[in-house]
């Protein structure tokens, strides 16, 4: 098992996740910021990665928000910011970690394929491009330091009560707003938080855990289905929101809920993993 962990992302919803979970399992963890990432010089910033098992990056601005062209800006930057600096100080480390987990969003893939871990087949949205983009830079890592073990996590929405998607649904389906964006029936990938941090904990511990896992629950799940298992949990009377109210909320990530996109956790489910919470009813029965 890993001793000592640095999670690179403090202040996030898995970064904060992730800490939490190891702490009580009895690791060793060394917490960085953003700021962390991007304001210490590389020598600097390797003298607190030196000698670690593994780097965790978690760093990058949450997509769900509202979205101004400096938020935008923000969560481009911030992703690519904080991987060119986790690269940088590695050169610098004496004794490196032996595993590096990059995390990345599963909406990379267009919305016509079924997708597994190994497909090609991209979007073009901006989630789909930021996410390349983090493929492509984090990729540099293997042929700099091709000894120490990548796995790029394409991760789902994380559901947890206080933050992204399934918080601002709750928001919604609490001011009697029921319904969906769109027809509905677009494939929403997703992640119950818990599910998340197990898993990464395995990646870290799992010596074949190595190259792109999608971590997103095995049951694909539409719009439609999820905003059905709220109206479960609230048996009062609701509106039909149109995607206006949805507009007001987010700005121009409302084309997040727009997309359609069909991910399959194929790897992580060969290699045994078992999901606490492995469909939209038991998501949203343990949070709501």
């Given at each position: 098992m890993a001793s000592r962990v640095v999670i690179c992302g403090k202040g996030t919803v898995l970064g904060n996740a992730l800490s939490a979970y190891l702490k009580d399992k009895g690791y060793e963890l060394t917490m960085l910021s953003a700021d962390d990432l991007t304001r210490t010089p590389a020598p600097m910033l390797a003298k607190r990665i030196d000698g670690c098992y593994a780097v965790c990056n978690t760093v990058g601005a949450n997509f769900v928000a509202k979205w101004s062209d400096r938020y935008v800006h923000d969560i481009y930057c911030s992703r690519m910011l904080s991987i060119r600096a986790?690269?940088?100080?590695?050169?610098?480390?004496?004794?490196?970690?032996?595993?590096?987990?990059?995390?990345?969003?599963?909406?990379?893939?267009?919305?016509?394929e079924v997708h597994d871990d190994f497909s090609v087949q991209y979007g073009e949205t901006f989630t789909s491009e930021v996410a390349q983009m983090e493929t492509k830079e984090i990729m540099k890592l293997r042929k700099r330091l091709p000894q120490v073990?990548?796995?790029l996590v394409r991760c789902g929405y994380i559901m947890s009560k206080s933050h992204g998607l399934f918080s601002l649904?709750?928001?919604?389906?609490?001011?009697?707003?029921?319904?969906?964006?769109?027809?509905g029936y677009q494939c929403i990938p997703m992640i119950h938080i818990d599910d998340a941090v197990k898993a990464c904990e395995m990646f870290i511990n799992n010596d074949n855990a190595n190259g792109i896992f999608n971590l997103t629950i095995p049951e694909m799940a539409s719009l439609r289905e999820l905003s059905?298992?709220?109206?479960s949990r609230d048996k009062s009377l609701h509106f039909p929101f149109m995607d206006i109210f949805v507009r007001i909320l987010t700005g121009r990530a409302i084309a997040l809920l727009e997309q359609n996109c069909k991910?399959?956790?194929?790897?992580?489910?060969?290699?045994?993993?078992?999901?606490?919470?492995p469909n939209v009813d038991a998501i949203v029965r343990s949070l709501y």
């Open positions: 986790v690269i940088e100080a590695l050169r610098y480390c004496k004794d490196k970690p032996q595993v590096v987990l990059q995390l990345s969003n599963a909406m990379i893939y267009d919305p016509y073990r990548l796995v649904l709750k928001r919604l389906f609490r001011r009697k707003i029921s319904g969906y964006v769109g027809d059905e298992a709220f109206s991910v399959e956790p194929k790897r992580l489910q060969n290699m045994g993993f078992e999901f606490e919470y």
